[in-house]
Every structure is written in C-alpha cells, then in structure tokens.
Nanobody
Framework: QVQLVESGGGLVQAGGSLRLACEAS????????MGWFRQAPGKEREFVAA????????FYGGSVKGRFTISRDNAKNTVYLQMNSLKPDDPAVYYC????????????????WGQGTQVTVSS
C-alpha cells in the first residue's frame, strides 16, 4: 500500500514563503513522476507542479510559474514544493500526487494522493 504524507503547510503573510514536503512510503515511487495540486473551497483541483522521476524535468501551472519550485530527493522518498512570494490567491489545500498516466495537468491521471496540507495566506 503506497502512502503519501504531506507536511509544511501553515499560515504565512502575503509575500512570504513556505516549503511543503511529501514523503512516500514506497521506494517504487522513486521511478515515478510526482506532483502537487491544490484545491480552494468551491473550486476545482488545480495543477501546481510536477517533476519527472529523475528530477531533470519540471512543469508548472501558469499561476505559480516563477514563484514555486518543485524538487525531489529520491534517497529520502520525498518531493518538495518551495513556495515564494505567496499571494492572497494561493490559499488552498495542497495535495501531493504520484505516478500519473497521461496528462500531468489533469488530476484524474494521477494514481496516488496524499491527504493534503492547508496553506493560508494573510494579507
């Protein structure tokens, strides 16, 4: 049973930074792309970022490009999301996902999901 556990969410002022982490329970995900999505109340789940298994390629949603950075450490079975210059539009529950089959930006393509971590931005 593969499990993804997110951490690092919390409250931050607008313009501040947070670093999310997602640890996978299985080393098999070291061979899989991993990603982050977010969902705000009343909105659809939105693609944030994805990274290939080797870490050599990364992909970002338009609203976070240039502010967020995804990375991974396969030795620790962990993927990170560094979030800088946080805006009032960024608050949401952030979900880690793994092992997609198809379009990275489509949430239905992803096989495994974490429980999510809340990010709140104060103005």
């Amino acid at each position: 049973q593969v499990q993804l556990v997110e951490s690092g969410g919390g409250l931050v002022q607008a313009g501040g930074s947070l670093r999310l982490a997602c640890e996978a329970s299985s080393r098999t995900l070291n061979n899989a792309p991993m990603g982050w999505f977010r969902q705000a109340p009343g909105k659809e789940r939105e693609f944030v970022a994805a990274i290939t298994w080797s870490g050599t390629s990364t992909f970002y949603g338009g609203s976070v490009k240039g502010r967020f950075t995804i990375s991974r450490d396969n030795a620790k079975n962990t993927v990170y999301l560094q979030m800088n210059s946080l805006k009032p539009d960024d608050p949401a529950v952030y979900y880690c996902a793994a092992d997609p089959d198809g379009d990275y930006t489509n949430s239905v393509a992803w096989e495994y999901w974490g429980q999510g971590t809340q990010v709140t931005v104060s103005s």
